[in-house]
Each structure stands twice: as C-alpha cells, then as structure tokens.
C-alpha cells in the first residue's frame, strides 16, 4: 500500500475547504427563494460557527450564475462606529452623508442603473452582508429602505443569541423575509464532512471523537482537523482514515475562543474557568460557586450549553475545545483552587451518588496528587464499571500498596487485559490468584488468566497450563469439574466439538456465577458450531437476556463482570446458527456501547463480528466497512486475537471485490501477525482465514490452488466437528465449480443438523449439479430469504443461464432480474460466479426508448407522435421487450428497467 506523505494530505485538506460540503438542502431552497419575486431578504442566521458566511458566499456565487449582479460588504465592531462605514464601497461617488434623503434616492438610483447597464434582464442587485447584527444603525437604515423598493436583494448573515438583543438595528421580518436557521453539523454531517475533505472513508469512532470535540461547529471542526493531521493523531489504516490520539486544535481555534471569552464579566469568566476544571456540573453548584454569574446568558452566547440527566440539569462548555483553551490560560494554583474547592463543596452536599465520589477523586488528584482512599476505591469502582479502563489504571497508581487488595488487583489486571498490556494483566492476576478470599475467587481470577493468555498471546498451550497449574491448589473434585469446564473454552478452537460438550456438560451446574455464565457461554458457541442451531440460539437468548439485566443494574454480581465481551459470543452463536438479523443486531447495539465508553479493545471486537455477519451474508461493501473500522481501532492495541480476525475478513472482503492489490497487502499482513507471537499454537479464526487466503488465489488467477486450500481447510475442520464451517468452506468450492465434488458431504451435514446456513449451501450445491433451472432458482429464492445476497446473485445467474439453454426466455428474463436484484446489494463483487453469464438478450436502443417512455405512463399514441412512428410499430417495439423481458404489462415496465439499469 502507498503511503501519502503529510504535505500532499495537509495541501488536499486545504484545497478540499473551499468545496461546498454538506447543506445541500438549504443551497436548493436559497436558490428557490432567489427566483422568487416576493422575496426580497434572505437571512442565514445560526450559532457562531455553523458556516452562516460559507453558505451565505456559496448562495451569491449561485446568484451570479444565475445572472444577478452582486456585491458584498462586512460590518464589524470597528465599522459599528462609523456611519455607512460598512457600505461605503457600495455608495455613489460624491454622495453627501448628511442628507438622508438625498443619500438614498443617489443610492437607490446608481444601484438600479448599475443592475440596468449590466445586461441581466432586469435582475435585481443581490448584497450580501456578513454579520448584520454588528451593522451601525445609518447602514440598517439605507439597507431596509433599499429592500423596501426592491433595489437590491439581501442577504444578511445573523448570529442567533444576537437576535436577542436590544442593539440589533437591522431587523428583518416580514412577507418579504425568508430565513434559513443552520444547526450545527449532526454526526452524519460530520462523517460527510470529513470524508470529502480527506478523500476517503473514515472510522465511526473518529467521526464521534470529531463530533464530540466541535459539537457540530463547522469552524472548530476544520481547525480540529488540520491542527490534528499536523500533529499525527490522524492516520490512514489501510484505506480508512483514524484518530489514535486526541483530536488537537489550531491556534487560530485558541485565538477565537479567547477572543470570545475576553469580552466575558468577571463573574461569567469565573463560572467559564470552573467549568473547563469540573463540567458537567449542576445548576445549584454553579450558583453556589459563583452566585453572581449569568448562566442563562452565557447559554445565549453559545459559550455554555445544557443537557437533561435524568431529573438533573447539566452544564458544560459548549465544545471541548472551550475547555482545552481556558485550562491553559488558568494559572496553575488558580487550577488547584477550583479543584479543591469544588471538592470540598462535594463533600458539604453529601457524596449521594458513585458519580460524585468519582468526581471528588479526580478533583482532589488534580489539586493535590491524593485523596480520601474510600473515595478512590469509589471512583475506581465507577471506572471500572464504566469500561474506561486507561482511568482505572490511572486512579489505582494512586492507591497506597498497603491497600491493594484481591479486587483492586483484578480489576487492574483485567483493564491491562482489555488495554493490550498482557503482561501486566497475568502479573495482576497472578498475584490475585495468590490471594483469592474463597473459591468463586480464585476460579474466576483463574478464569480471567487463561483468557488473558489465549487472547493475549493465541496460545492454547499456556491457558491449558495456568489452568492444570490451578487444579494442583485442590483435591477438591467440584473446584475440579469446574476448572476442566474453563478448559473448553480454548479446546473449542482445537478439539472435536463433542469433547467440548462433553467438557461442558455440567455447565448449569457451577455454583460460581461468572464461571457458570462463561462456560454456559462456551457451551451455546459449541453447538451452534455443530450445528445443533434451536439448542444453541435458546442459549444466546438466555445469555443475552442476562446481558441486558446486567446493564440495567449496571454490572454484575460478585466478581468483574464480563460485560460488553460477552455480546460478541452472544452474536457469534446466532451468526454461525444462521440467524443473521439477530447477529447483527447484537453486534450494532453492543457496538454503540463499546462507541460511547470510547473503548477501542470493544469497538474492534465488535466492528470484526460486524465484518463477519456482512461477509457471511455476501454484503461486501458493507463488510470492507466493518473490518476497517475493526482494524483501524485495533491498530494500537496488539491483540493477535483482534488483528487476526480483521486481516482475515479484508482479505477474503477485498478478493470477493476483485481488488487484488488490497487483498495481497491484507494477506500480508495477516501472515505477519500470525507469526508474531512465538508461543502461538492455534488459529482462532481458521475459517475466515482459509476462505480469506482462497480467494486471494482467485483473484491471482489460481482457482485450483484455491480449491485445494480450500479442500485442506474443510478436513481440518470436520476433525474437529465444525459443521457449520465446514459447510462455509465446502459451499466456497462449489461457488468455485467443484460442486461435485462437495454436494454428498454437504447432504450429510445438512440431514444430521437443523441449521439453515447448512440447509441451503446444500441446496445450492445439489442444484449447480443438476443444472435444471427450477432447482437453481428455488436455491437462489432460499439464499434470499436467509439474507446470503452473493450466493443468490450467482445461484439466480445459474439459473438464468439454464433456463436460456432451455429456450425458457422469461424465466430467464425473471432470474437474471432476481440476480441483478441480489448483485447490487453485494456492493460491487467480482467473482467468477457473477461473471460465466452476460444475461439475456439485450434491448435495443430503440426498444429502450419506447419502453422508458411507456414506463412513465406515455400513451402509445404520444409516444408514436414524439418519435415519429406509427402507433403499430411502437406497440411491435412494447411486445418485444415484453417478451425479451419476461413481463406482460405496461405496470411492470419501471421495475424492470430498474433492473435492466442496475
């Protein structure tokens, strides 16, 4: 892959500002209002910030295009004092000041000859003037008169908290008045946003992060931007841009806020450096700091904003950046002041919540370096729950070694685990293991170390050790039983499936809850894995009931909870138990979480399992979207397990596209991180890895290496009883055209399993090898209805092909629709199944225009007048393309062509 150096992207980034991006909606109805001759004033009115003067400049450039002639002019609060000092470019030469009426008559009357001399057909001189509110009052004057007698169109920029105000000369209401209010940019606004100025897709959580840091504001957002590419926090990862730092803003950004808050009270600017330390606080304990301040007018200003908890309101600055900027200004026993005194006002109210024991924390470190150690363990505990694991981390260093005890080092371990660190993590909890209070203890650290270990490091090897080692502690058999039960969860991705279940048989059983969950956990995984799909999916069902009960009372009982982790084995099991709505709806959800706890190990995760769902379904540009975001966020992190599963998914993603370069460069990679580690023993995700590899060979020009690949990858997994990934790997082949080869042990599996993925690969195979039409299509109608786009798109071309062969035409004509149907939602695949078949008899030019003309409900007879035909021969031309088509009415027709289009 290319590398672009930072200059190039800076000068790109640049280049790209002065395209218009995003309000395409209010440019249309400004140019509506433009044409419209009772409109005489357009106010573009919004926060400071929102791009009130970018789209205003953008509406006067469409004015000029439209004929109009323009002119443009600027109040500031240095014109304000000055008389017609704003429109002093725009006034007659020789004009005296003093005489109003005069003035006016010269003005209105050089305007319209200036309009008249240009030769626009009398269309009216259009003014913009940036920041009408700051406009002296003689200007307001001239400017309304002007309007009044339709000398010129206005159009006037507006900030909204200066419309509340009494020294605003220049109101505009009225008939003639139009107004368009610009919000801030919303998320979805934001991503198109930056992906115009970066010229290529970018990361959801680096999209949240920039809509979090300029809260929509257009201004900021650029600044963020830049100041960001500059410093190297944004990167492109493959072909997704990313943020792996903190978004930093420009000076110009600082300047602006400073110059903002310099006009601030005394009091008001006490509030703001308040904020900046401690926001979000409440009504009462910003009164209660700083009674003499004006809360409401400084919401007005667009420099505080609030937001509804529960039955709290909230205050905050309006962006972050506010807050960044004002810090920096705080000198730093000012810092420690407020920080000690918001604390100390905590404490006096009474710590009723664990968000204010949170806060004191973190106020008194920032004041003093230390607190109250009950206080910490509070705020640690909220951390915790809150999966910000870099704060936990952070809070515990803080902690005296005298008081690090059995919780406090399982929760340090596990936020190592979930930060990549997992050496740390096994030392954490190496530690804790030593000193486990009881027997869920100890069977639930040990738990959390095998996993670090498997996860960390892919080593079956080293679990199964920390596990035999933790057996030799008791003579106990229950402690025993329940410690062989742990040891299915690494055996799944190496041993037959019915050892596992075996392994797990007395799951339900366990009295230690976190265990019980887990192994219960494992259990539904493995069937689904075999697939026995009914058994398997009341055990998601159940797991993700008890998910939902854990947010709800905010984390779970006894030892950590596995949160947000144990949604992806919840979507796992549904995805391999063909219930791909239910995967993927876990998968998002958990995703959103994951998003807003801005915990990258979760967010790649769960983008991965997203990744599979859409491969799996033959959603291939929705797929590439996922597993970059999964890369993307699992750059930093080191973890083989996340790694793994997102070069494995781009490469079979990117083949399936037919993008070779890509694919080669994602097997690279892949081959890389499966070397990493040396004491590696297994490959958790074997089957996206094989398919992965496959088709790179295909895309290569080597379909035979592919299919033996392939071939290999499907014993390994029948060894191990992996049914339904050994269906995936045998249904590849026979997309491949070794269906022969794959249909009886397709057959067998699908009659000894009740998993629908199973049932209809087998369909699929059995009707490539009969090639009898009817079965092809009923193959493709069943691909349809379990949502697996692709494998319909080439059964239903299959089938189109044979019904050709047979002289069928219109079911031919039905199938390739039904293909082409399923083809676009697959995003662009490139696969030889998409391509053995070019489709039906093509229309003619001429059978196309009838038929679209026919499709917009044109009579024959006007269509024979437009075209100079008879009415017989374009009726001829109609029952052509019906019969070419497969249709036999005029209603079907734009459908159809839909069809034809696509």
């Given amino acids: ?147 009044a007698v339709r000398a010129v169109f206005l159009i006037v920029t507006l900030r909204v908290n200066a419309m509340l105000g009494d020294d605003v000369v220049f109101q505009a209401d009225g008939a003639d008045t139009c107004r368009l209010h610009l919000d801030p940019f919303s998320e979805a606004e934001v991503n198109t946003y930056l992906r115009a100025m970066l010229d290529g897709p970018v990361s959801r959580s680096t999209v949240a992060e920039f809509t979090r840091m300029s809260n929509g504001n257009v201004l900021v957002l650029r600044e963020l931007l830049i100041g960001t590419l500059r410093g190297g926090g944004l990167h492109r990862v493959s072909a997704i841009w990313h943020l792996d730092s903190r978004a930093a803003s420009m000076p ?149 070694a005298d008081r690090v005890d059995f919780s406090v080092a399982v929760m340090r371990g596990q936020s190592h685990h979930y930060l990549g660190n997992f050496g740390d993590a096994d030392r954490e909890l190496a530690w804790a293991q030593e000193r486990s209070p009881d027997l869920d203890g100890l069977l639930s650290v040990v738990a959390l170390r095998t996993q670090n270990a498997f996860y960390g490091k892919s080593s079956i090897a080293t679990a199964l050790a920390i596990n035999d ?109 063909g219930r791909l709505a239910e995967a993927r709806r876990v998968a998002e959800e958990s995703y959103r979480e994951a998003l807003q706890a ?18 799996v379904a033959g959603n291939l540009d929705a797929a590439l979207d996922w597993y970059l975001e999964g890369v993307a966020c699992a750059q930093s992190l080191g973890q083989l397990i996340l790694d793994e599963q997102a070069w494995a998914g781009l490469m079979a993603v990117h083949a399936a596209l037919g993008n070779a370069e890509q694919a080669e460069f994602a097997l690279a990679r892949y081959e890389e ?40 990858g499907a014993e390994t997994l029948r060894a191990r009883e992996q049914s339904v990934n050994e269906s995936w790997l045998l249904a590849e082949k026979a997309r491949l055209g070794a269906a022969t080869e794959v249909a009886g042990r397709l057959a067998e599996l699908a009659e000894g399993s009740d998993n629908p993925l199973i049932a209809v690969r087998s369909e699929v195979a059995s009707a490539v090898v009969t090639r009898q039409g009817d079965d092809l299509l009923a193959a493709a109608l069943s691909c349809g209805k379990q949502g697996l786009h692709l494998p319909a798109a080439e059964t239903a071309l299959s089938a189109s092909q044979a019904y050709m062969t047979a002289g069928e035409r219109k079911k031919a ?42 499709a917009k409900g044109i009579p024959s007879k006007a269509i024979a007048e437009r075209l100079q035909l008879s009415v017989r021969t374009v009726d001829n031309f109609l029952q052509r393309v019906y019969n070419k088509t497969g249709i036999s009415s005029r209603r079907d027709l734009a459908r159809t062509l839909a069809d034809l289009q696509g």
């Fill in 252 to 400: 110009i950004v600082a300047e602006m806020i400073r110059a903002r808050l310099a006009r601030l009270r005394s009091a008001e600017r006490s509030l703001v450096e308040i904020l900046a330390c401690c926001e979000p606080l409440e009504l009462g304990e910003l009164q209660t700091a700083v009674p003499e301040a004006d809360c409401a007018e400084l919401e007005a200003e667009g420099i505080v904003q609030v937001r509804r908890a529960e039955s709290r309101s909230l205050y905050s600055l309006a962006h972050p950046v506010y807050g960044e900027v004002v810090r920096d200004q705080i000198p730093h026993a000012r810092r420690r002041l407020i920080y000690q005194l918001q604390a100390r006002r905590l404490k006096e109210r009474g710590l009723r919540t664990p968000d204010h024991f949170m806060r004191v924390a973190t106020f008194e470190l920032a004041a003093d370096g230390t607190t109250d150690t009950d206080t910490l363990l509070a705020a640690v505990r909220l951390a915790y729950r809150a999966r910000d694991y870099r704060l936990v981390v952070e809070l515990l260093d803080a902690l005296p």
């Fill in 1 to 147: 892959m290319k590398t672009v150096p930072l200059s190039n992207v800076l000068s790109s980034v640049k280049r790209s500002f002065s395209v218009f991006v995003s309000r395409e909606t209010e440019l249309c109805l400004a140019e509506e209002f433009l044409t419209d001759p009772q409109v005489n004033c357009l106010v573009v009115q919004g926060g400071a910030g929102v791009g009130k003067s970018r789209l205003a400049a953008e509406i006067l450039e469409r004015a000029a295009v439209l004929g109009h002639p323009t002119g443009r002019a600027a109040a500031t609060h240095a014109s304000a004092a000055t008389p017609f000092a704003a429109l002093a470019h725009l006034l007659p030469a020789g004009v005296t000041l003093d005489d109003p009426v005069e003035l006016f008559r010269r003005t209105a009357e050089a305007l319209s000859a200036g309009t008249a001399r240009g030769g626009n057909d009398g269309r009216r001189l259009v003014i913009l003037v940036d920041d009408v509110h700051l406009l002296d009052e003689a200007s307001a004057t001239l400017l309304r008169q002007l309007v």
């Fill in 673 to 712: 991180v499966m070397t990493r580690e040396p004491d590696r023993d297994c490959e958790i995700f074997h089957s996206i890895g094989v398919v992965g590899k496959a088709w790179v060979h295909v895309v290569q020009g080597r379909p035979r290496n592919a299919i033996d690949l392939l071939t290999a």
């Fill in 598 to 615: 801005r915990t990258p190990h979760f967010q790649a995760l769960h983008a991965c399992q997203l990744g599979r769902c859409e491969l």
């Fill in 469 to 577: 080692e933790a057996q030799q502690y008791t003579d106990d058999p229950l402690v025993r039983r329940m410690l062989r039960t742990n040891e299915a969860a690494f055996r799944l991705f190496r041993d037959p499936l019915s050892h596992v279940l075996e392994l797990l048989e007395e799951a339900r059983s366990i009295s230690a809850p976190q265990i019980r969950h887990w192994a219960l956990l494992q259990r539904t995984l493995a069937l689904s894995c075999s697939g026995r799909a009914a058994e398997a999916c009341a055990g998601a069902d159940q797991a993700y009931a008890r998910y939902r009960q854990e947010v709800i009372k905010g984390g779970a009982d006894g030892y950590p909870p596995l949160g947000i982790a144990s949604t992806a084995w919840i979507a796992a099991a549904y995805l391999e138990s």
């Fill in 813 to 854: 004509t039905h199938a390739k629709q039904l293909s082409d149907a399923h083809r676009r939602r697959t995003g662009g695949a490139q696969t030889p199944g998409l391509a053995q078949w070019p489709g039906v008899h093509p229309l003619t030019a001429r059978e196309k225009e009838v038929a679209f003309l026919a």
